[in-house]
């Protein structure tokens, strides 16, 4: 009896034992079921692909399209030698360092050990035949390369370019997508078949054509191993026009799309997707001509500048679908210190700096006398006749500053007689546009032949020192004295700066922080 009594009592220890670990082991199933829900990015049930979209594809070859919507696609299909960060700072992709040799020198070495998509060996003969490329077929590109007169190539992964002039930070301007040698070779390069599919070195290649629709699927022989892609393909979508691609994507057959179409939300309308506004590179300003007597001189130029409210012209003149702008590098560059653009109005200020330099405010005007002359405060401003909204803006600047007294005149030029005056500098004031580089070169504005006529000797030197280093703190001490200068000296007003809207799906997850340069920054963190 008492061994049977013994045994029960063991029986029933153990199923304690049992009943207990079972509990313990659901209980910490659960928990870890519970974090999976919590932490998305470790569920294996979010979907690893996107859909981006071209409308009215030309060719997949990045050197030959016209199409932004391709130019901004291959990016993931193509390298560069140099990229740019989100900050628009050069960065080494197949290009591991350059070197500047002379004024018109570069010497560069390339990153060894790539391959293409095709398992070819990437060389420095590639970045050759792209750039011979580039100089001989019409491309947006070949801006890039208008200055090189040749490429020396000295082994496999060193070449040295050669220019005809000196050009500042030309390290940006090799952020062009490289093409293989070894797969056109002995090809038409503009009407090879080879142009559908072609051979790259990015994050993705393509492996799908259809008349409807490309497929991009994961480069396993990029040559960044460190980053782990969680978009495991991609499907290009393609659309025979704007409308039809903007219906596709309202419908949820995109996810991410990206325009300077200010009216976007009048074709997809506001639900079911987010967006980020950036600003763009085209960039509007007024070139104060200081060849003329009364632009010659510092108290004027400010005096305007005071008196021109941005903020005015974006919103009554544009409708708000622009950025107001202080410097030309103020749409994000990592050398221009956020400003405020609207800092500058001051219409008070602008009445006491004439004032202290020895105008009179007459009968609605200003006015000087010297040398028993009096003169009245009267300038033209040049505007293209056929772009009607700048003329609205000359017009709303005119009303402005004759409101403070300074007599404007808006002159209406043909596109024709417009571009003669400009180059002839034959205006007082002109309403200029520029499409910005991704070069901080400042020479457009201060450089020799400028549109202001405008001339400095610390301006000068300043040129000449960022030309010069890679010393990221001299680079950003220089560049905030331009910016001071700029704003000081007033040989320019910068104005506004177009919008550039990216939207994507709300269900699209992830760091979407792109720029008017790349829009997939942080693209291997992003998921469904």
């Excluded at 960065?91 to 391959?115: F, G, H, M």
């Excluded at 590179?281 to 130029?301: D, K």
């Amino acid at each position: 009896m008492k061994s049977n009594w013994f045994k029960y009592v063991f029986i029933i220890f153990i199923i304690i034992i049992l009943t207990f670990s079972i509990y313990k082991i659901k209980e910490q199933e659960s928990e870890e079921l519970q974090e999976e829900n919590n932490n998305p990015i470790n569920n294996e049930i979010q979907i690893k692909e996107i859909k981006l979209a071209i409308a009215q594809l030309d060719t997949i070859n990045p050197i030959l399209s016209n199409n932004k919507n391709v130019q901004e696609i291959t990016k993931l299909i193509y390298d560069p030698l140099v990229t740019l960060t989100a900050d628009y700072k050069a960065e080494p992709c197949l290009a591991t360092e350059w070197a500047k040799q002379a004024d018109n020198s570069y010497l560069i070495k390339l990153r060894e050990n790539v391959k293409w998509s095709d398992g070819q060996r990437f060389t420095a003969q590639d970045v050759m035949f792209t750039i011979d490329r580039l100089k001989y077929n019409p491309t947006i590109y070949s801006s890039n390369v208008q200055a090189v007169t040749s490429v020396e190539i000295t082994d496999d992964y060193t070449i040295k370019i050669n220019l005809d002039h000196e050009v500042p930070f030309f390290e940006y301007n090799l952020t062009f997508p490289i093409l293989s040698k070894d797969y056109y070779e002995g090809e038409d390069f503009v009407t090879t078949s080879k142009n559908v599919n072609p051979t790259g070195t990015g994050k993705y290649k393509i492996t799908q054509v259809e008349s409807s629709a490309i497929t991009l699927e994961k480069n396993t022989n990029w040559w960044n191993k460190e980053q782990d892609l969680k978009i495991e393909k991609i499907t290009i979508n393609l659309y025979s026009s704007i409308a039809e691609l903007y219906n596709s994507f309202k419908s949820g057959g995109i996810d991410l799309i990206s325009t300077t179409n200010q009216n976007l939300q009048d074709y997809i309308g506001t639900i079911g997707y987010s967006s980020k506004e950036i600003k763009g590179r085209e960039h509007t300003f007024l070139a104060l001509n200081m060849q003329n007597t009364f632009l010659a001189r510092q108290e004027i130029r400010k005096a305007i500048s005071y008196s021109i409210d941005k903020e005015n012209i974006v919103s009554n003149v544009l409708g708000g679908k622009y950025y107001t702008s202080s410097f030309p590098l103020d749409y994000g560059n990592w050398l221009a210190a956020t400003q405020d653009a609207s800092a500058g109005y001051n219409t008070e200020q602008a009445k006491q700096i004439l004032a202290e330099n020895g105008w009179n405010y007459r009968n609605g005007f200003w006015q000087k006398t010297e040398n028993y002359k009096t003169q009245k405060l009267a300038l033209n401003i040049l505007v293209k006749a056929n772009d009607v909204s700048k003329v609205q803006v000359a017009e709303n600047i005119k009303n402005q500053l004759t409101s403070q007294g300074i007599v404007v005149n808006v002159i209406q030029a043909q596109e024709a007689d417009y571009t003669n005056r400009i180059n002839s500098r034959n205006y007082d004031i002109a309403l200029c546009s520029i499409t910005l580089s991704p070069s901080p070169n400042m020479e457009t504005f201060f450089g020799a032949g400028n549109l202001a006529n405008y001339s400095n000797e610390e301006v000068t030197n300043i040129l000449n020192e960022v030309k010069n280093t890679n010393d990221e703190n001299i680079l950003k001490e220089k560049y905030q004295r331009l910016s001071e200068i700029y704003k000081t000296d007033a040989p320019y007003i910068s104005l506004f700066s177009n919008k550039y809207i990216v939207a994507y799906n709300s269900e699209l997850v992830g760091d979407i922080t792109p720029n008017w340069f790349y829009q997939y920054y942080g693209i291997q963190n992003w998921y469904k």
